[in-house]
């Protein structure tokens, strides 16, 4: 990759972070299996392993790479890692509050599951006094640990955030230092009746990308099929194939293609999110379709998780609102129901 910019010319490609997620080109060929993947491909990183990265390549699936045979896709993301890379290394000691969150901290953990930590960090004096503006955010570089600058906590704990909430009254917070113990101290003046709209805009919020992820998946193998046994199709003819056999009420037929056309197109553009098409288009669609597509993950906001996760933070704002206070540790009949619903023994339109 071949920095044009100037501003980025002190840095190489072929050492900067790639934090999850980060678009990347491939510089060597691979084999998967007796598939070919060419130096060239166009990937997304999903996981990391040391000096080892999983990348999702677009049209092939999940193939590993030593780091220095990927380099960032866009100019942007040097910068945006580098960055990154280098608030968390200079303001990682400046975290005063720390908690494990998640699975683990919600009693709803097995073996596997990921360990999660969310906190608060202090700025040092003098990365407040320039022109600047400083970072608001830590995340660590495979996204298992996040933290927000203090101002921005508390004015998120203000407003009755439920991700802030959750982090200051979960067992596992622990205070690091001074600063830290005065917000736990405090913790019970940012309890208010304003629990009732923060978490149940969220709550609604996830439920409609969970139910858009539903829709999109309902219908998505079946598209496919359709533009791998006829690649002449065009959008409006997969529309109107699509339109006969959906289900959603519409007022004239008219209406009903063009509902069925913008599934269509939010179904590429999701493809696209996750690396697996080069561009958010229809003809991107089509040829993943008839070059032989791997098989499909869920989409990020369709696993059973999120399920579980939108119907436990319901369940935490029903009894903080009704007793005063919280145990974020699940318990009973509500946590078998929860684990019930994240190992996928509920269909998804039962939890919706």
């Keep these: 990759m071949e920095l044009r910019l100037r501003g980025l010319t002190h840095l190489d490609p072929l050492a900067v972070p790639l934090p999850h997620g980060t678009e990347v080109t ?77 699975s683990r901290a919600w009693g709803l953990a097995h073996e596997g599951s990921d360990t999660d930590r969310r906190g608060v960090f202090a700025l040092p004096f003098p990365w407040t006094t320039g022109l600047a503006e400083p970072p608001r955010d830590l995340v660590s570089a495979d996204g298992s640990a996040s933290y927000w600058e203090v101002e921005k906590a508390i004015r998120q704990a203000l407003r009755a955030d439920p991700n802030t909430l959750e982090l200051l009254f979960v067992r596992t917070a622990e205070a690091r230092d ?25 709550a609604l919020s996830q439920l409609k990308r969970l139910s858009q992820a539903h829709r999109l ?26 339109a006969a056999i959906s289900p959603r009420a519409a007022p004239t037929e008219a209406d ?40 499909l993950d869920l989409s990020r906001d369709l696993r059973p998780k999120n399920a579980y996760n939108l119907v436990r933070l319901i369940a935490t704002a029903i009894r ?31 939890t919706i």
């Design 320 to 350: 903080w609102l009704r007793d005063g206070e919280v145990d974020l540790a699940v318990q009973g009949e509500l946590r078998e129901t929860l684990l019930a619903i994240k190992a996928g023994a509920w269909p998804l339109d039962r």
């Design 256 to 295: 009903r293609e063009l509902q069925a056309k913008e599934h269509i197109k939010q179904l590429y553009r999701s493809l696209h999110d996750q690396g697996l098409l080069p561009a958010r288009d229809f003809a991107s669609l089509a040829a993943f379709a008839r070059e032989g597509r791997t098989s």
């Design 178 to 202: 001074e600063i830290g113990a005065w917000i736990l101290e405090a913790r019970t003046a940012f309890v208010s009746s304003a629990i009732y709209g923060s978490f149940g805009r969220y």
């Design 26 to 102: 491939t510089r060597v060929d691979r084999l998967l299996g007796e598939r070919r993947v060419p130096q060239g491909a166009v990937g997304r990183v999903v996981a990391s392993a040391g000096a080892e990265l999983d990348v999702m390549v677009v049209g092939v699936g999940v193939v590993r790479y030593h780091r220095d045979e990927l380099v960032p896709r866009k100019a942007g993301q040097v910068r945006h890692a580098e960055r990154r890379s280098a608030a968390w290394d200079a303001l990682r000691p400046a975290v005063v509050l720390e908690a494990v969150v998640g």
């Design 217 to 242: 998946a309902e219908h998505r193998e079946r598209v496919l099929d359709w533009l791998a046994d006829d690649p002449s199709l065009s959008l409006d003819d997969v529309a109107g194939k699509l």
